[in-house]
């Protein structure tokens, strides 16, 4: 190939040196003229398509040729000075040939140069190479290189010489980057034996103010120096069996690039290239060495980076360090694919390497890194360790080139550190994670992986929020056995997916406000996927082990909760999930635990369970809740029972510590409903009750018959709506008896109840009743008015006395009363007798003779008067009155009760009148208060209170 090269150059040469040989005969026979003609056909006789030339003048010693120009091979020539002398003429041979501003065009067609050489002959032998010529100069000559439709200038100068018969002498400089190259060699024509030597010398390639290239008017210039110096040297033996040797080396100092946004530069930078090689181009040595100091890009920066390439045992290493914005070091060594082969196509590239990290994270960096305010107690620093295999394979079925990145991480590990986010109110103490890994990614997709033995430990985290925290200690977090802690896909023109299966290594606790957590386990499992559509889809599960709750504020617990919630997003399909607790400890009381199932489908919330939480009454519960990130929460929640009877006396005592002492039997049912619209909450529970008796012996109190229901809408603050009414068929308390009463009422707050209505009918006839009352229930103290109706006092105080006084008597009338500290005070107010008759007799003859002791004294000597004493004795032992008023006036220690009847009695002769009979009763709040068994100020018993509190 390389003499059929040579063989057309010599051709071309041969027919200008014809211009010579026949310059002399032309002269005389035609002149230039004739000569162009002569030349023109010479050219097109050696290949030459379209060749045109102009003869300016012939001499005797020279001929002077310009304008030369040829489509193919694409050439172009301004000046030709041939010169000749006499003697060589006769040789064949012309002395010297100068050219001066050659232009030779090469194109690049499928990536291989296109010289445009005209074809060499088909002769079976090629002729012997002669050169016409003695010497050869070229100056102010170009190549013009045609590449991807862009036209690159090398301009250059050259010398041809001969010597001896076969052997060319050459030298050439051409110009590369603006920098000079020197061009040296020698070739043998007949046995093709060849050396060739090149040299360039680059200083200050890249001086002061001077641009290297314009890219959006940015420059790339130089304060101090650079330096590139290349040797390249080619020799060839008559077998053709060629080798050369190059020696490249380049020292950048001080190099930077500034533009609009971009600010780059380097401190110091050398590349080197030594190679051995032969005309196939495969070494025989190869190393590289690159090595960069000091770059910067903007505000990263990068303190060295190293890498070095060996041919001879086909060695690899690589070293690199980043100090800004992280500090990073990263260094790789082993062993590759022979490059030989790779460059001959004959083998797949494998390169497999050992490798190691270091990152550190300060403060600072942090800050600049996180999105919010992080504080760390030290710096954040991980190592990390491994194997990295890499390579690509020329499989025909993949259209090109197959490759792919193994990397393997035996040991990741972050040393311990604290972080504080003050603006969430968050702490993370001891948080370590310790991980092997692997990392895999070919022209499918990317897989990475965060092994089996995976650790992440916290040692304690809390959360302030609302001046309230929360406290979760000793977070130890391992991969599921059998499964990667972390795995990250990505598929080519496929889904992105993200999984986890992680798992509570060892027990850990949590403090919230009022509540306290044990977990023995807990396991996550989580599948994130995005499709090419956009479509997200996820699957996460939650599998907490709560070995303990503990709800401090209410003195409850529940053991062993086991849940098992999914979180599903997108078109998946999942059986809903279940949870489950153990037994619920409440006041001293064990009840049963509760079961159900949950599934949080696309932020909607479905759920539903029981709860046999008393015996013979379980609890039914569901939900159906959305969670909508732009509009908040809407749904609703369910729980409601069936009719259960009121468990025993000492569940209740336990449940209810404030009912201690009671006896409650009967049934009830309950209701709840929470409806939840945004931002507004609105809760309905309703509870309704039934044949309800309570016996309350501490307070001589009783009540059966009981029915009614009470509901509420709201608790914050707790309210009910109006008109709640309880019926109650029997209720006594103390001596005072009531039957087939009710009260309608609404609850206000927690801490107070209004009673709109409440009446009450006595087994004597009559009724009681109140009106728009309210009770403070902190206190426990009310202030009401109550009305009586028709109401036969004189029968109650009957019974009351146990028929001390008896007789029947109806009455109407007011009387404040207040509620306090257990005790009844009485107010202003009055009764008065219903029109008509009734009788009054006083039957203990005790009561009777204090009563009358005064009256006996007072009229002891005169007979008449003595006479009205013993009528009126036998008057209020069976008196018939017309008039009753009873006047309550608040005393400053109790309140006095003023009596007055009016009648006569019913045996005599005649009946003893009485106009106006006035019995007044002192500290009757005290006698009231005895006869609801409320608490006394005193011991003495009512008759001994009767007795000294009647007055006259």
């Given amino acids: 190939m390389i003499r059929s090269m040579l063989t057309r150059f010599v051709k071309i040469l041969a027919a200008l040196v014809f211009v010579a040989l026949a310059g002399l005969a032309a002269f005389y026979l035609a002149g230039p003229a004739v000569l162009e003609r002569t030349i023109i056909y010479q050219m097109q006789s050696a290949g030459l398509i379209e060749p045109d030339i102009r003869v300016r003048a012939i001499t005797h010693k020279s001929v002077h040729l310009s304008q030369l120009s040829v489509q193919q091979p694409r050439l172009h020539i301004d000046s030709i000075i041939v010169g000749f002398s006499f003697s060589g003429l006769l040789q064949g041979k012309v002395d010297h040939v100068f050219i001066s501003g050659l232009k030779y065009f090469i194109a690049f067609k499928d990536s291989k140069p296109d010289l445009g050489l005209p074809p060499s002959g088909n002769k079976s032998q090629a002729a012997p190479v002669v050169f016409p010529f003695e010497t050869i100069d070229l100056s102010s000559s170009s190549l013009v290189i045609n590449y991807q439709g862009k036209e690159f200038f090398v301009p250059f100068s050259s010398r041809i010489s001969i010597a001896g018969e076969h052997e060319l002498i050459f030298s050439a400089w051409p110009f590369f980057l603006g920098q000079p190259v020197s061009v040296q ?154 490059i030989n082969e790779l460059l001959a196509d004959a083998a797949d590239y494998v390169g497999n390497f050992e490798w190691n990290a270091l990152v550190e994270i300060d403060s600072d960096q942090l800050d600049l890194l996180s999105p919010v305010e992080l504080k760390i107690d030290r710096s954040i620093t991980a190592l990390a360790d491994g194997k990295l295999e890499a390579g690509f394979s020329r499989e025909p079925s993949m259209h090109g080139q197959r490759w792919f990145l193994r990397m393997t991480g035996a040991k990741a590990k972050a040393d311990p550190l604290s972080v504080d986010i003050p603006g969430h109110g968050l702490k993370i103490s001891h948080l370590s994670l310790e991980t092997p890994f692997s990392f895999s990614a070919d022209p499918d997709g990317t897989v990475l992986k965060l092994l089996e033995k995976s650790r992440l430990n916290i040692n304690e985290l809390s959360l302030e929020q609302n001046a309230e925290q929360f406290f979760v200690k000793d977070l130890a977090f391992k991969a599921q056995p059998g499964f990667p802690f972390v795995l990250l896909e990505v598929q080519k023109d496929g889904p992105v997916s993200l999984s986890w299966k992680a798992e509570l290594g060892e027990v850990s606790e949590a403090d919230l406000p009022g509540v306290h957590i044990q977990v023995n386990g807990m396991k996550l499992d989580g599948n994130l996927r995005l499709d090419n559509d956009g479509n997200e889809r996820a ?414």
């Fill in 185 to 338: 060699g020698m070739i043998n024509i007949e046995t093709l034996e060849a050396r060739v030597q090149a040299q360039a010398f680059w200083s200050e390639f890249l001086g002061p103010a001077k641009d290297f290239q314009d890219w959006e008017k940015a420059g790339v210039k130089n304060t101090n120096s650079f330096d590139a110096r290349l040797s390249l040297e080619w020799t060839m033996d008559s077998q053709g069996r060629g080798q050369g040797e190059i020696d490249l080396k380049a020292l950048a100092d001080g190099l930077s690039l500034k533009g609009p946004g971009l600010s780059a530069g380097i401190e110091k930078g050398m590349f080197s290239v030594s190679a051995l090689f032969d005309q196939e181009l495969y070494f025989d040595r190869l190393e590289t060495n690159l090595s960069l100091s000091g770059l910067s890009l903007n505000e990263n920066q990068l303190d060295n980076l190293d890498l070095v390439i060996k041919e001879s045992g086909s060695i690899l290493e690589f070293s690199t360090r980043l100090t800004h914005p992280l500090k990073v070091s990263f260094e790789a060594a082993g062993q590759q694919s022979c």
């Fill in 539 to 952: 699957e996460i599960r939650v599998r907490p082990e709560i070995a303990l709750l503990r709800l401090q504020e209410f003195g409850a617990e529940v053991a062993e909760i086991e849940l098992d919630i999914p979180f599903v997003l997108g078109d998946v399909q999942v059986k809903p999930g279940s949870f489950s607790t153990g037994n619920i400890s409440y006041s001293g009381i064990v009840l049963p635990g509760m079961t159900g199932m949950a599934l949080i489908d696309n932020y909607r919330l479905e759920s539903r369970g029981k709860w046999s939480f008393l015996p013979g009454a379980e609890l039914e519960f569901s939900g159906d809740i959305m969670v909508d990130p732009k509009k908040g929460i809407a749904g609703r929640i369910n729980a409601h029972t069936e009719w259960f009877d009121f468990p025993q006396k000492e569940i209740i005592d336990r449940l209810a510590p404030g009912l201690r002492g009671m006896d409650i039997r009967g049934s009830a049912r309950t209701e709840f409903d929470l409806d939840l619209r945004e931002a507004l909450f609105k809760p309905m529970l309703r509870i309704d009750i039934r044949d309800v008796n309570i016996v309350y012996p501490d307070m001589d109190m009783e009540s059966s018959g009981i029915m009614g229901s009470v509901e509420i809408d709201s608790f914050t603050p707790l309210t009910t709506p109006g008109n709640q009414r309880i019926d109650v068929g029997r209720f006594r308390i103390g001596q005072v008896e009531l039957v087939d009463g009710f009260f309608s009422f609404r609850l206000e707050s927690a801490e107070s109840l209004f009673l709109e209505k409440t009446r009450w009918n006595l087994p004597e006839g009559g009724f009681i009743a109140a009106h728009a009352s309210r009770f403070d229930l902190q206190d426990f103290s009310a202030d009401f008015e109550i009305f009586f109706e028709d109401i036969d006092l004189v029968s109650l105080v009957s019974r009351i006395s146990e028929e001390k006084i008896v007789g029947s008597g109806l009455v109407y009338g007011r009387v404040p009363i207040l509620y306090k500290h257990d005790r009844v005070t009485i107010g202003q107010g009055y009764l008065y007798s219903v029109p008509g008759a009734g009788r009054l007799g006083i039957r203990d003859e005790e009561w009777l003779d204090v009563l009358l002791l005064y009256v006996r004294e007072a009229m002891r000597d005169h007979p008449y008067l003595s006479l009205v004493s013993e009528r009126l004795e036998q008057a209020l032992r069976d008196f018939e009155y017309n008039f009753l008023a009873v006047q309550l006036e608040p005393g400053l220690e109790d309140t006095a009760a003023r009596i007055e009847l009016r009648g006569r009695g019913v045996e005599g002769d005649p009946p003893q009148e009485v106009g106006s009979l006035v019995i007044n009763v002192n500290d009757l709040g005290e006698i009231v208060n005895r006869v609801l068994r409320f608490q006394l100020t005193r011991d003495e018993s009512i008759e001994r209170a009767l007795e000294d509190l009647f007055g006259f």
